[in-house]
């Protein structure tokens, strides 16, 4: 198939409250989950169940393909083009907090397999 399944890991150091996550982009169309765990490690697989879910966009910074409904929506104000997606994030812990977080890419842009972020910020 056309996916991707590829993470990027940011450590925050401490655990850290998260209510958004803003990612500048110049490569539209892929999909992206964000996964949260509040260990000092990041677990070994993307899979693993200490990852908590936390957010997921289709067709980012995009419009969906034609006639191919995304298995993933975008989320709702990402406006085709703009270069950006902010992406509300829920708590799923108790207080909301996490010191790993995982970018997990699926699905590709639709000009090729290489996502490209200019910038990550997250939101407490």
């Given amino acids: 198939g056309s996916d991707m399944n590829v993470g990027y890991l940011i450590d925050l ?72 997606l902010v992406l509300p994030l829920k708590g799923a812990g108790a207080d909301g907090e996490y010191r790993q977080v995982l970018l997990w890419f699926t699905t590709p842009p639709a000009a090729g397999p290489t996502v490209r972020l200019s910038e990550i910020k997250l939101y407490d």
């Fill in 13 to 84: 150091g401490e655990k850290t409250r998260l209510s958004k996550i803003e990612l500048l982009t110049k490569t539209p169309g892929f999909t992206v989950q964000v996964f949260g765990s509040t260990g000092s490690k990041a677990p070994e697989t993307a899979d693993d169940p200490k990852w908590a879910k936390l957010g997921e966009a289709g067709s980012v910074d995009g419009d969906p393909a034609e006639g191919a409904a995304p298995s993933v929506p975008p989320v709702t104000g990402d406006k085709a083009g703009d270069g950006k």
